[in-house]
């Protein structure tokens, strides 16, 4: 199979050419590498806000906007947004401890995962965070012991697995019956009188999440209208709800795409038309979503430098300074990033390559006979859309030093991670 043909660009307000130079935001990129080094993530400020303000006005209202911080847990990013009025998904006392530090009011912060230690549990009840997503019975019995040692209510939703195709790839594919993730109808129906009845329990409401980077809204309709239905079975049975979270999954462009992406407020519109379907339209419910990769992925891009050209088995390969272990998306997902020089191509001529990385593993590549323009030894190349799942799930494996991150805002540079020292490597061992 043959990866990454495409050489469409996906459009950016944010990552232009000026006088035939590569910028963000107006600064250049040159001058980004030369004050940093390579590789180094490079994210624009205003991109991030624009994405708030665009998911913020596609949802129906009103609507707590609960950021998947996995997608990239910079403070600084995590900073901008709690000031939008953002929350946040989490699913680890670590991503908490990183959300109370940014200054995010713990009562937008909703506690995903299906693995939550009992420290965990009560690091949330202490915190006050507006609900702990239960998925599992083990978890229902291990909250309420926590909360009544505590001696106090804990607010909790049932997070449902709807079981809906979400036309994705299997490895984002969080809603359907063969996965870890949420409770089965059946299971969650079954301890709902349990749930209610309980001294040391609230129910807060009940969510779902299907998967990430959604192929069109129809799958959200669908879980959202399953999910209203339970959430009125819930009501009926004598639960107080308070909201409803259709989870995330709202998709931004790569650049391998057939056909452009069913636009934001498609994916608002299959929410508001899932909770009429399902009922649940007049409970007065607070509306909950989750993006990750839809608020910062098209901010990110990762600046790399191209180390050697190399001529081998009738292939062409293009040895670059970044690796998987600063962007692993190509070879866990196969997934695309489109790929721009950035000094403006003036032969529109391309040839195909692989372009790789330096980490000793076949599967360290950003692109497989990807037609690309022509690169030599020195130049600078932006892989776009790295701004979700780059730093996050960075790796120190080769012993390479973890990248920097730098912020681009009111026409300025700044770094907000610096790049780790090679010291830094062992600075932990004993």
């Excluded at 949802?59 to 998947?68: D, G, R």
């Excluded at 009562?107 to 965990?120: C, L, P, Q, R, Y």
């Excluded at 040391?200 to 959202?224: F, K, N, W, Y």
């Excluded at 636009?263 to 339209?281: N, Q, R, V």
Aim: proline share 6%; charged share 25%.
């Amino acid at each position: 199979m043959e990866r990454g043909t495409r050489t469409e660009i996906p459009f950016s307000n944010h990552w232009t050419y000026a006088d035939g130079t590569l910028t963000c935001d107006g600064v250049p990129l040159p001058e980004i590498a030369a004050a940093h080094g390579t590789p180094t993530f490079v994210y624009s400020a205003a991109c991030v806000d624009h994405a708030f303000d665009r998911l913020a006005a596609a949802v129906p209202e009103p609507c707590l906007i609960a950021y998947a911080i996995k997608a990239n847990s910079n403070l600084h990013l995590l900073r901008r947004l709690a000031a939008r009025g953002c929350g946040a998904d989490i699913v680890s006392g670590g991503e908490l401890r990183r959300c109370l530090q940014a200054g995010m009011d713990p009562a937008k912060i909703v506690f995903s995962g299906v693995g939550k230690t009992d420290a965990e549990l009560r690091l949330a009840l202490e915190t006050g965070i507006r609900a702990v997503h239960v998925e599992s019975a083990p978890e229902i019995d291990a909250l309420e012991a926590i909360a009544e040692a505590m001696g106090v209510r804990a607010p909790m939703t049932l997070r449902v697995n709807p079981d809906v195709d979400p036309d994705t790839h299997p490895y984002i594919a969080t809603g359907l019956h063969d996965t870890k993730f949420g409770l089965e109808l059946d299971v969650a129906r079954a301890l709902l009188p349990r749930v209610i009845d309980s001294p040391h329990l609230r129910l807060e409401g009940v969510a779902c999440h299907i998967g990430s980077q959604l192929g069109g809204p129809d799958p959200m309709r669908d879980a959202t209208e399953i999910l209203a239905r339970f959430a009125v079975e819930c009501v009926r049975a004598g639960a107080e709800l308070r909201c409803i979270d259709a989870g995330g999954g709202w998709p931004i462009r790569y650049g391998d795409e057939d056909e452009e992406h069913a636009p934001w407020p498609d994916f608002g519109a299959a929410i508001s038309e899932g909770l009429e379907a399902g009922g649940a339209a007049g409970l007065g419910l607070e509306l909950i979503v989750e993006p990750g990769r839809a608020l910062v992925g098209d901010a990110g891009g990762l600046l790399t430098r191209v180390i050697f050209v190399k001529e081998q088995a009738e292939k062409r390969f293009v040895v670059v300074d970044g690796a998987m272990t600063e962007l692993i998306r190509p070879a866990l997902y196969d997934a695309y990033h489109a790929i721009m020089h950035v000094e403006e191509p003036r032969d529109a001529t391309r040839r195909p390559a692989d372009v790789v990385g330096p980490v000793c593993e076949t599967g360290d590549f950003f692109a497989i006979d990807r037609a690309v323009p022509h690169l030599e030894r020195g130049d600078l190349v932006l892989l776009r859309g790295a701004g979700a799942y780059g730093m996050s799930m960075a790796s120190n494996y080769n012993s390479r030093p973890k990248a920097a991150e730098v912020l681009v805002a009111d026409g300025e540079a700044r770094v907000i991670r610096r790049r780790q020292t090679v010291e830094d490597l062992w600075r932990d061992e004993l």
